[in-house]
């Protein structure tokens, strides 16, 4: 299949294009590099656009003529959702029904999304599963579920074949493609966690007292090239007309300080860390069910956290570090 990738400069739509190739699959990028990198989709067609601008998106499909989009194109930081919610409800809302027309107009029937464990909220129960009670506490999951709903309600009147992917947390590195999570200011754990180690600086744990094994949250924290390989399975079984959400995570929750540990470990030297506060917004656990990727895509997940350190450290080592340039 012809995808067009939006957000395929980044971190989890790079690997995922460079996945589907793999594949056997052709991926063209959309992507506006406001924080994405050239570096991260040499040798494939670039379109340089912001989803918002519909004149941009239309030539992309005119262009490559795609049969399916992944979109990965969005605004990710929650606490900057808390205090610039207009932005997040532009390019995540806004932007995304703009794509919608667009793959309308043009034709385009089979989208893969980009959706994320803040749907959910703060869950009552977990292992989460996809028919939980959807309460975002912030604006991101809000955008997130926004869009979700504006799928369901296409996939009749357009007969959009669909699937809502919601990541766990995102983590590791393809350094076999050169690829791995680099951004500016970075504020997901395991690159904070490797950045303290290689700077031999501590980081800020963000919560000691919570009602948890060891008083730190729990995650469930997924390798990006089972989140990219979900996205192939997903892609190859779309149906016109027919909808679905998945949850893509391990089923198994970790705490920060075992994070901690797990690093290292793996890294050989010990990870220093100060107790901080708890960082507002943060659920205590949040830990997936992943029963239905599993029946519906055949999907398991086979890296561990181990491998995913791994893999983010034979990526730094390959480029020398994880600040962005
Ligand atoms: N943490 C620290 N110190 C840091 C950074 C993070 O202790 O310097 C802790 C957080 O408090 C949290 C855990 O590490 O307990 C993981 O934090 P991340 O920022 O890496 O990830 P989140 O769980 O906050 O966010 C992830 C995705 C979001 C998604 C969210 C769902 O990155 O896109 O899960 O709630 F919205």
Same mark, same amino acid.
């Given at each position: 299949?012809?995808?067009?990738?939006?957000?395929?400069?980044?971190?989890?739509?790079?690997?995922?294009?460079?996945?589907?190739?793999?594949?056997? #699959?052709?991926?063209?990028?959309?992507?506006?590099?406001?924080?994405? #990198?050239? $570096?991260?989709?040499?040798?494939?067609?670039?379109?340089?656009? *912001?989803?918002?601008?519909?004149?941009?998106? *239309?030539?992309?499909?005119?262009?490559?003529?795609?049969?399916?989009?992944? #979109?990965?194109?969005?605004?990710?930081?929650?606490?900057?959702?808390?205090?610039?919610?207009?932005?997040?409800?532009?390019?995540?809302?806004?932007?995304?029904?703009?794509?919608?027309?667009?793959?309308?107009?043009?034709?385009?029937?089979?989208?893969?999304?980009?959706?994320?464990?803040?749907?959910?909220?703060?869950?009552?129960?977990?292992?989460?599963? =996809? *028919?939980?009670?959807?309460?975002?506490?912030?604006?991101? %999951?809000? /955008?997130?579920? &926004?869009?979700?709903?504006?799928?369901? !309600?296409?996939?009749?009147?357009?007969? @959009?074949?669909?699937?809502?992917?919601?990541?766990?947390?995102?983590? %590791?590195?393809?350094?076999? $493609?050169? @690829?791995?999570?680099?951004?500016?200011?970075? /504020? #997901?754990?395991?690159?904070?966690?490797?950045?303290?180690?290689? +700077?031999?600086?501590?980081?800020?744990?963000?919560?000691? !007292?919570?009602?948890?094994? *060891?008083?730190?949250?729990?995650?469930?924290?997924?390798?990006?090239? !089972?989140?990219?390989?979900? &996205?192939?399975?997903?892609? =190859?079984?779309?149906?016109?007309?027919?909808?679905?959400?998945?949850? @893509?995570?391990?089923?198994?929750?970790? /705490?920060?300080? =075992?994070?901690?540990?797990?690093?290292?470990?793996?890294?050989?030297?010990?990870?220093?860390?100060?107790?901080?506060?708890?960082?507002?917004?943060?659920?205590?656990?949040?830990?997936?069910?992943?029963?239905?990727?599993?029946? =519906?895509?055949? $999907?398991?997940?086979?890296?561990?956290?181990?491998?995913?350190?791994? +893999?983010?450290?034979?990526?730094?080592?390959?480029?020398?570090? @994880?600040?962005?340039?």
């Amino acid at each position: 299949m012809k995808v067009l990738v939006t957000g395929g400069a980044g971190f989890i739509g790079s690997v995922t294009a460079r996945a589907l190739e793999a594949g056997g #699959h052709e991926a063209g990028i959309f992507d506006d590099f406001s924080t994405g #990198h050239e $570096w991260a989709c040499r040798g494939r067609r670039v379109y340089r656009g *912001d989803i918002r601008d519909r004149g941009a998106l *239309d030539r992309a499909f005119a262009d490559m003529r795609p049969d399916a989009v992944l #979109h990965f194109a969005g605004k990710i930081i929650v606490p900057e959702s808390v205090t610039n919610p207009g932005l997040y409800y532009d390019v995540n809302v806004i932007g995304s029904l703009r794509l919608l027309e667009a793959m309308r107009t043009a034709g385009c029937r089979r989208i893969v999304f980009s959706s994320s464990a803040a749907v959910y909220g703060t869950p009552e129960r977990t292992p989460i599963a =996809e *028919d939980a009670p959807q309460n975002p506490i912030s604006p991101y %999951g809000r /955008t997130k579920k &926004h869009f979700e709903e504006a799928l369901e !309600d296409a996939r009749p009147a357009d007969g @959009l074949g669909y699937a809502s992917l919601r990541y766990f947390n995102a983590c %590791g590195a393809a350094p076999e $493609w050169g @690829l791995g999570e680099v951004r500016e200011p970075e /504020t #997901h754990l395991l690159p904070i966690v490797m950045r303290a180690a290689l +700077a031999g600086k501590p980081f800020t744990v963000c919560g000691t !007292d919570y009602a948890t094994r *060891d008083g730190t949250c729990v995650r469930d924290y997924v390798d990006v090239r !089972d989140l990219a390989d979900a &996205h192939v399975r997903a892609l =190859e079984r779309l149906k016109p007309g027919v909808g679905n959400s998945y949850n @893509l995570g391990t089923e198994r929750g970790t /705490t920060v300080r =075992e994070v901690v540990a797990v690093a290292g470990r793996v890294l050989g030297r010990p990870v220093a860390f100060v107790e901080g506060p708890r960082r507002p917004g943060d659920p205590p656990e949040l830990v997936a069910s992943c029963s239905k990727a599993r029946e =519906e895509l055949g $999907w398991t997940p086979a890296r561990s956290l181990e491998d995913s350190v791994r +893999a983010v450290a034979e990526f730094v080592r390959s480029r020398g570090g @994880l600040e962005a340039r």
